[in-house]
């Protein structure tokens, strides 16, 4: 499981999107700079450091940073072998055998020079095994732990091979005491010991034997309440740095003076929103949302030392590393990332970034990508990004976070903007450029090349304001068994019938986990699935009977009770919880005969039939014709029309679609047909690859080839839909709340809601 710096920057963008507005379009004039020689770029270049595993020997393989140092790099990896034959049939002692612990080394340029093997099951019933290894003092250092196998207890630790006599802290409750972590240096040792569910001890071992301790509460500075501490941070002059988080979900940074026991928080940039710690030979670096610093870890001072943009590399090939050696002046990076290919297999890279002379990219000229304020690009896009950098000669792209280090939004005045769901409203045709043409596709070429349906639903009359990148259909699945051939979807009276007979009166609408909406939102995805009936030509008509029987299905067979509605703050995530755990179980026994969601993915494909068994379909929600499932996308493309290079920004939307972008979607169905396909065929093969020789999918079968035809055919046939816009999104979901309360009566609400939904019909002209 990758522990990513790619993920903090999410995490960092999510909460920053709830403390700030969505800021205005820039009307000022544009600016262009030009890539200048002197301008920092680091040369790139990675080599695979998992070539002692192989995934036809190993279930599983997990890498971290050991260290570095006499320029070689030091790897911990834990590693778990195939079982012949049932695991069920193992004991104990058979199964931990399969596990392997190393420490693994190479120098700086990729060269395999040797490893130390850990882990073994002794002869009298203990397990020993690996807990830490690290770089110190100029020597590889280690903690193990022997554990009684039958009863899981520690016995003792071993530090560098020798018995560890753990420091008698206060344990008032006489608790086992476990080492969470360890550091040593100049002869002081410094523990986090777990004593109870509530509190950590930490103790520092003198040179002379003696030791004094601290809790973890003892770190509360300015009145915060601590709720934890991390790990250990080794530190320079004499201490340790301890990230601590606050009972206020704040992370600070907490410097320890080993010899004194002086406590003080770390002040400046270090411990602030956005930046985050990590150290490697030595020295302090600090990451945010745009790249790298030097840290000086008595003051929190930061020092530039260069952006992710002046990387030869894909973002997230350099975001999801974490550091594994750095040089004094930072002209000379190593960095770690553990990596999955598409059939299943896995690895890890070490890159090495070397500080060029002059920049390559010299005189060309600078267009800046961009994101919504709430939505974190992909990993296919920062592939296109440094795709178009390499191949361009002309143009050079920037990737420009929406919010600074500290969360607040910023205007990053960009010429391509990639967006969730964007808006249907006034200012689009104001604000973004008709691609239609740019792109140079007749709808023959869309229809080969692309799923046309996400196409024609993004569509705004015959012009393209935003290109779908993706792709998913959203709907009930079930089994296709259930359903009458050759029918997508259902009709009113045939979902009621499907829900009493099939789902045992569950419906899946009302009652999947993730889901769960009231009578409002019920009734805003199937006026939504049906837009097309009550808005035609820019006009809305709810007036008809047809409008009434969909308010008394929904009032019929919606739910009275949502989260949405009525529940927010711990009960609204008790509550979640709750449901998902009952979901879950009702799915399991055989309660649930199908749920409503989206297929994001062919993973979520495959899960499906796991559930529902062959023959699995995905079907359109209750309509007046029985329409089929609804074609969804959840991430476009848009250019923006005070660009003053239309074509170049067109030119990297041609990259985003392209086939070798596409293939590098990791999670969500592209909508190019053959890089789908191709994720498709991969992702089937590993999965029937591990139910062949996986312990873990011994109880599943094997999928035929044909799976991927169904999926694809499911992608290709769902209701293109029309996207009526958020604005009246919200206006159904207000309006319809009224009647379903019992405030309005239907009477009431249609005026109001026809007029409303009229004067957002008519500024979007």
Not at 299 to 319: H, K, P, Q, V, W
Request: charged fraction near 25%; proline fraction near 3%.
């Amino acid at each position: 499981m990758k522990n990513t710096v790619y993920e903090k920057c999410i995490s960092i963008l999510l909460t920053a999107a709830l403390l700030v507005p969505v800021s205005s379009c820039s009307s000022k004039k544009k600016e262009y700079e030009k890539v200048k020689a002197d301008d920092t770029w680091y040369e790139y270049e990675s080599f695979d450091a998992s070539c002692l595993y192989s995934d036809e020997d190993y279930e599983y393989v997990s890498f971290s940073n050991a260290g570095a140092m006499n320029g070689s790099v030091y790897l911990s990896v834990n590693a778990e072998r195939k079982y012949e034959g049932n695991i069920r049939d193992l004991t104990d002692k058979e199964i931990m055998e399969h596990f392997e612990q190393s420490v693994l080394e190479f120098s700086f340029d990729g060269k395999y020079i040797g490893r130390t093997d850990f882990a073994s099951v002794n002869d009298d019933g203990t397990y020993r095994f690996l807990q830490k290894a690290w770089v110190a003092d100029n020597g590889l250092n280690t903690l193990e732990v022997i554990l009684d196998l039958e009863t899981g207890a520690v016995i003792s630790y071993l530090y560098n091979g020798e018995e560890l006599t753990l420091p008698e802290v206060n344990n008032y409750y006489n608790n086992p005491v476990y080492i969470t972590d360890m550091y040593s240096t100049d002869g002081y040792t410094v523990y986090i010991l777990h004593v109870n569910s509530w509190n950590e001890s930490i103790a520092v071992v003198r040179p002379d034997g003696s030791f004094y301790e601290m809790f973890s509460s003892d770190l509360a500075l300015n009145g915060g309440v601590v709720e934890g501490v991390m790990n250990l941070i080794p530190g320079t002059q004499g201490t340790v740095i301890l990230p601590v988080y606050l009972s206020t979900y704040d992370l600070i940074y907490v410097s320890l003076n080993i010899a004194s026991g002086e406590v003080k928080e770390l002040s400046g940039l270090y411990g602030n929103f956005g930046t985050w710690i990590e150290r490697a030979s030595g020295k302090y670096v600090g990451r945010d949302v745009n790249g790298f610093s030097f840290v000086d870890d008595m003051t929190g001072e930061l020092t530039r030392i260069c952006d992710y943009s002046d990387i030869g590399a894909s973002l997230t090939d350099i975001a999801e590393s974490e550091l594994l050696y750095i040089s004094d002046n930072g002209d000379e990076i190593l960095l770690g990332c553990e990596t999955e290919e598409p059939t299943g297999g896995f690895g890890y890279r070490i890159s090495h970034l070397s500080l060029a002379g002059t920049n390559p990219n010299a005189g060309k000229t600078i267009l800046t990508l961009s994101s919504e304020h709430d939505f974190f690009p992909s990993e296919s896009d920062f592939n296109a990004v440094h795709l178009f950098n390499e191949q361009n000669g002309s143009f050079f792209i920037k990737y420009a976070f929406p919010e600074d280090g500290s969360g607040k939004e910023i205007d990053t005045d960009p010429d391509i903007l990639l967006v969730e769901d964007p808006e249907a409203d006034a200012s689009d045709v104001n604000r973004y450029i008709d691609l239609a043409p740019l792109l140079g596709l007749d709808k023959t070429d869309w229809e080969e090349q692309y799923f046309s349906n996400a196409v024609d639903a993004a569509r705004s009359g015959d012009s393209l304001y935003r290109i779908p990148l993706d792709i998913s259909a959203s709907g009930i699945i079930t089994s296709s068994s259930n359903m009458p051939e050759g029918q997508t979807g259902f009709t009113f009276g045939q979902y009621e019938r499907f829900v009493d007979e099939v789902c045992n009166g569950v419906d899946p609408m009302s009652s999947t986990a993730g889901f769960n909406m009231g009578k409002s939102g019920y009734f805003t995805k199937l006026f939504l699935n049906m837009s097309d009936i009550f808005i035609s030509d820019g006009h809305v008509d709810i007036s008809g009977d047809d409008f009434r029987e969909l308010m008394i299905f929904v009032d019929e067979n919606g739910n009275d009770g949502s989260s949405e509605d009525s529940i927010s703050g711990h009960s609204g995530a008790a509550a979640e919880i709750i449901s998902a755990i009952e979901g879950h179980n009702a799915r399991l026994e055989g309660t649930y005969g199908a749920i409503y969601g989206y297929l994001y993915d062919f993973d979520e494909y495959i899960e499906c039939y796991e559930e529902f068994g062959d023959g699995i379909g995905i079907y359109g929600l209750p309509s007046f014709d029985g329409r089929g499932p609804q074609t969804v996308s959840h991430e476009f493309v848009c250019v923006l029309s005070d660009t003053d290079y239309p074509e170049a920004c067109a030119e990297f939307v041609k990259l985003l679609l392209s086939y070798d972008v596409q293939i590098t979607m990791t999670s969500a169905n592209p909508v190019n047909r053959s890089a789908m396909r191709y994720i498709a065929e991969n992702r089937l093969k590993a999965y029937n690859k591990a139910v062949t020789d996986s312990s873990a999918f011994s109880s599943r079968s094997r999928l035929p080839e044909e799976t991927v035809d169904e999926y694809m055919n499911i992608l290709s046939y769902s209701y293109g839909g029309t996207y009526a816009g958020s604005a009246i999104e919200e206006i159904l979901r207000e309006e319809s709340s009224a009647y379903f309360s019992g405030g309005r009566s239907v009477d009431d609400i249609i005026p109001v809601m026809q007029k409303r939904i009229q004067t957002v019909l008519d500024e979007m002209k």
